[in-house]
């Protein structure tokens, strides 16, 4: 199965851009990459996903290799309350097999 | 309001009686799932369902039910909680494609003693 490798924690000053990265070098050509955050003890949260092509939405951006092999999401002006842990998953499915695994994830601290 | 609730969402218990913890989702989507998290481990998966009667074991599944007779709902079920089940559970849904991401419940933080 796909697994993904982060690094346990990250800092970045409020105001600039936290740029988290993640590798999954073991992906299949046809699972998405997928982040999420969790804030405390609350349930995950999803950001954004992609496949090959880089995504934007109203919260982050997601830069994937050409290879596929990282990933990394880009919060472009962190705030306080992006303070969280973030997950970078795969999703792995097969034809009678849906898995979702969640790795220990970033710590991001975005200090004032 | 598109959502995954899940009940309770705290619960003390005593070894061995018998709990169910609901999830439902009213998206109507496919899979389910229910993770367990705790300290230093992260979020694990402890079952999943792809659709209706289709249900499948994650990676700790040993000391868990799970039923799926309607597609809204996913209970699960601790036929003899023991305290080494003293976690917080989530539980989440998505449609059944690997392009659709999971939506997340609250969770229930459960107590065994």
């Known amino acids: 199965d796909a697994k993904t490798t982060q690094p346990p924690s990250m800092d970045c000053a409020e105001g600039r851009a936290a740029n988290l990265p993640c590798n999954h070098s073991?992906?299949?050509?046809?699972?998405?990459v997928y982040w999420y955050r969790q804030i405390h003890s609350q349930g995950p949260q999803y950001i954004i996903h992609?496949?090959?092509n880089n995504e934007t939405n109203e919260m982050a951006s997601l830069i994937i290799t050409e290879d596929r092999k990282s990933s990394t999401l880009i919060l472009p002006h962190a705030t306080l309350r992006d303070t969280a842990v973030y997950y970078c998953i795969v999703r792995v499915v097969r034809t009678s097999y849906d898995k979702v695994i969640f790795g220990p994830g970033t710590s991001l601290s975005v200090i004032p | 309001e598109a959502q995954v609730t899940q009940n309770p969402r705290y619960l003390i218990t005593v070894t061995g009686k018998k709990l169910t913890v609901t999830c439902s989702q009213n998206?109507?989507?496919?899979?389910m799932s229910w993770y367990r998290q705790d300290p230093g481990l992260g979020l694990r998966q402890i079952y999943y369902?792809?659709?209706?009667?289709?249900?499948d074991k994650g990676d700790v599944p040993e000391g868990y039910k799970v039923s799926r007779k309607e597609k809204r709902n996913f209970p699960l079920i601790l036929e003899s909680p023991s305290p080494n089940q003293t976690s917080l559970y989530f539980c989440a849904s998505s449609l059944e494609n690997r392009g659709s991401p999971l939506h997340f419940g609250n969770g229930t933080r459960l107590t065994v003693t």
């Open positions: 992609g496949l090959k």
């Open positions: 998206m109507n989507h496919e899979y």
């Open positions: 369902s792809m659709n209706v009667e289709v249900t």
């Open positions: 073991t992906i299949s050509g046809n699972e998405y």
